[in-house]
């Protein structure tokens, strides 16, 4: 591998850090495990960049890495209790690898539909994750509740998640 | 739907995930759910991946690590500035330590030690009066874009993006106050509140002093802006060429020392980096603006590197507007939001409406045309121009005519301006002078300026075109008698 290919694999990897937290939040539901198999992964995929076919999905290798960082994780603390049983990791798994290469489709998707917003949502959501300030901030600066507040975020989350499978549908990404 | 149904039950912890306070009973409860109803998995999946993904691209780069910009491009070690923004505190959901992990990735990987500093080092800039974005797009002439959807209108917020300008020429308020306008073709990427990286495309970039430290990355080469004005064209082949308007920047290129440029010098960049000094010849922008005619004269095409007075475009609407367009915000040349927009109402409903997103660093100049018609069975039509400063002298132009189908003329409406009757000139239009000794018109003490529209005796019908607010005019504002209550509306003006 080049110094080229090196720095783009950097680039990539540095890119795609918050989806991959994801990809493993979604397979492990635990906050303080998720960051564990997330540096075993990162550590993983730099020891494998030679393996890395240039010109392949960059997203769908690193997750397939990621899968069995998952794996290993729950292997190795197999007397600790996983909330997720290993038939559902496993089939949640085969899901989400399979997602994984459409993830820039759905991340433009999802910008697209955020434009489509209403203003007030759309301020909304800025600031929530603006990570400026917490929701409590926000129901504080607002006069909302804080539960309204969750409630809100909760449907524009919604409304954007059925707008981006309109928009993926439409276009015809699986 | 009882509170036993999957799907309620799903809602029900999803949020509680979503908003990072589950606790691992009810996530073991979650993993029981989705393992007794597969169905949930896709939706399952797609919060998790849809927060993930909001996150990526709403969360302000805060820490040592860029996730989000395309920082190899910019490979060279000055590119750093000078101290980076603080920590967040306090994010929605998913308390994720989210950058540990990538950094100890970046320790691993020495070849990263660039993308590391540069992102390290995150240019200074004030926080986005709306989070979340960094830039606002103020205004576009025959823009056409890639795949947009139709988005990329005025007045949309921009995030950490890329925008493919395939023709015409696009302004986009930098949320630091800097104000860049870009001509197709062209692609550009938005890094934070005051840099942007170029890789092809032309730019001319207007940096008040406040947004001093603004940056243009291209491919091996950085330019600081110091305060001040610059073009830059990045081609095709990755070579580059740079040309100081006004004030001074800073070019770092390659290998070599970065340079400093003054007004009129101008420096090619050489697709290795090579920096040799350049002629550039000036183009031309083309403007979708005209009114050479009217009585504050402006050209359609506007020569770069002049300091002429510049004119933002044209905003048209007319007939009735939903609720939605009055909700648009304008944002001024410091990208903050300006109020300033005319509203033509009959009877208290609108009757049009135009607004203007962007103000040019020099002097705010506001044109607004549009084109309605005064009809004599209709309620009278009042007229105000709202979000000036209050008390201010400004320069407001009447325009009044416009032709029918088969090209001619209309009758042109009657303007009243706060009270006074306006005589328009052989073109029926006019620039006010009605009420000031300099010629100019003062807001009133709510910054609005009013009137109405009229007919003359014994015409049914009659046509304007609009109204330009030029200003505010550089002297101090004239305290007058509004100042102490709301002014009265004698001719149905601000309510």
Known sequence: MNEADTRQLVLDLTQMQTRLRAFVMSLLGSVDATEEVVQETNVVIWSKREEFKAGTNFNAWAFQIARFQVMAYRKRRARDRHEFSDALVERLGDKATRRAGAVDERREALRRCMDKLPVPQRQLIDSAYAGHESVVDIAERTGRAKTSLYQMLYRIRRTLMTCVEQTLGAEGTP | ?495
């Open chain 2, 1 to 495: 739907m009882s509170d036993h149904d999957p799907q309620v039950e799903f809602e029900r912890l999803m949020l509680g995930m979503c908003e990072g306070d589950i606790t691992p009973e009810q996530l073991a409860e979650l993993g029981a759910l989705l393992e007794a109803h597969p169905e949930l998995d896709d939706a399952y999946l797609d919060y998790v991946a849809t927060h993930g993904l909001l996150r990526e691209m709403l969360e302000t780069r805060s820490t040592p690590i860029a996730l989000d910009v395309p920082e190899v491009l910019y490979d060279d070690e000055r590119d750093a500035p000078d101290d980076a923004p603080h920590a967040p505190v306090g994010r929605v959901g998913f308390a994720w330590k989210r950058y540990a992990a990538a950094a100890v990735f970046v320790i691993v990987a020495g070849v990263a030690a660039a993308v590391y500093w540069s992102a390290a080092h995150g240019p200074t800039y004030t926080p986005a009066a709306r989070v979340g974005s960094v830039a606002t797009l103020t205004d576009t002439n025959r823009a056409t874009w890639t795949d947009d959807g139709g988005m990329l209108q005025p007045g949309v917020e921009l995030g950490v993006e890329t925008l493919r300008l395939e023709s015409g020429t696009a302004q986009v308020a930098m949320r630091s106050g800097a104000v860049v306008d870009v001509v197709g073709p062209a692609e550009f990427d938005l890094r934070d509140g005051n840099s942007l990286g170029l890789r092809r495309g032309q730019l001319i970039a207007h940096v008040p002093h406040a947004a001093a430290g603004f940056r243009v990355f291209g491919t091996g080469y950085t330019v600081t802006d110091l305060g001040t004005r610059f073009l830059l064209i990045a081609h095709a082949d990755r070579s580059a060429d740079l040309l100081v308007l006004e004030g001074k920047v800073e070019l770092a290129a390659g290998t070599t020392d970065a340079v400093a440029l003054v007004a009129g010098e101008s420096r090619r960049i050489g697709p290795d980096g090579a920096v040799t000094p350049a002629q550039l010849a000036l183009g031309t922008v083309d403007v979708d603006f005209d009114v050479s005619n009217g009585p504050m004269p402006g050209k359609g095409a506007e020569a770069l590197g002049a300091d002429k007075d510049r004119w933002n475009s044209v905003a048209v609407q007319s007939g009735r507007i939903d609720a939605q367009a009055l909700d648009k915000t304008m944002v001024d040349a410091a990208g903050r939001p300006s109020p300033v927009r005319l509203i033509v109402e009959s009877n208290g409903r609108l009757n049009a409406y135009a607004e203007r997103g962007a103000s040019k660093p020099v002097r705010r100049d506001v044109v607004f045309v549009t084109r309605g018609d005064v009809q004599k069975r209709k309620d009278p039509i009042a007229w105000r121009i709202e979000g000036l400063l209050p008390n201010t002298p400004y320069e407001l132009a009447l325009l009044g005519q416009w032709e029918d189908k088969r090209g001619g003329a209309v009758n042109p409406a009657v303007f009243t301006v706060q009270g006074v009757t306006a005589e328009l000139d052989a073109n029926n239009d006019a620039v006010f002078t009605g009420d000031s000794p300099n010629g100019h018109v003062v807001s009133d003490a709510h910054g609005v300026i009013h009137g109405t529209l009229g007919l003359r005796d014994g015409e049914q019908f009659a046509g304007w075109s609009g109204l330009q607010v030029r200003g505010p005019i550089d002297y101090a504002p004239i305290p007058t008698s509004n100042d102490a209550a709301p002014s009265a509306a004698p001719d149905g003006g601000p309510r």
